[in-house]
């Protein structure tokens, strides 16, 4: 039990495609998955209802699932069309039973789309809203912490502007700061296991890794049916960072 006003453990969250990579998760360690679909290829995007029953079945309980809710891959800035098919989507993966959402939106000029989020974030009443990584793309990401926490934002996942989250460690610090627990911070973006110790010591609330590997499926996927083999979950790397969040959690 966390002792009053003392900080909680940092979480481990598995970024997961399906319901057996959520499964292979929870059994490893993860606290939390956030469910995607194409995420080597386009970097996530929304997935199917069916995977989020699917997922949400092996969560057990809401706060274990957020759901990244995409419409398309590349930028940010979404037109009229593409907000309200978010939308649409943020309240079926909520009335589903999913925890959070995970969610952003830039306007022309790369900032921040207020208008965007405040309809993402009415249309998820019940849920957490995540921002994603879009906020890797701001010139200034530490200086819009405010607006987020304003606007409602429960947690940002970040790599602190690097490609590689334990490079842009100076930036997630100042973000933690910044939020003074107004937002959790959520370090993601090539994590590796050995990375988590100073991520958390930086202050991280959680940790964000996709731990990942090739199927090994070599089969020919078909005309149409893009390059052969998929990712999956790989069990190893969620125990050695199940192990890695326990050890600064005890000392060691």
Known sequence: MTAPGARRPAQLEIAVQDAAGARIAFAAGADRVELCQALAETGGLTPSAGAVDAVLAEAGSADRLAVLVRPRPGGFVYDAAEVAVVAAD???????GAGAV???ALDAAGQVDVDALRRWTDAAVGAEVVFHRAIDTLADPVGVVDLLAELG?????TSGGATRSIDG??????LVRRSAGRV?????GGVRVGDISALVSAGADAVHLSARRASGDTAPSGPGGGASGFDVTDAAIVVAARAALDGVASGR
Request: glycine share 8%.
């Open 90 to 96: 943020v309240r079926d993966v909520v009335r589903r």
């Open 102 to 104: 995970v969610v952003a």
């Open 153 to 157: 934002i429960s947690r940002v996942l």
């Open 169 to 174: 460690l100076g930036t997630i610090e100042a």
């Open 184 to 188: 959790q911070i959520m370090p993601g």
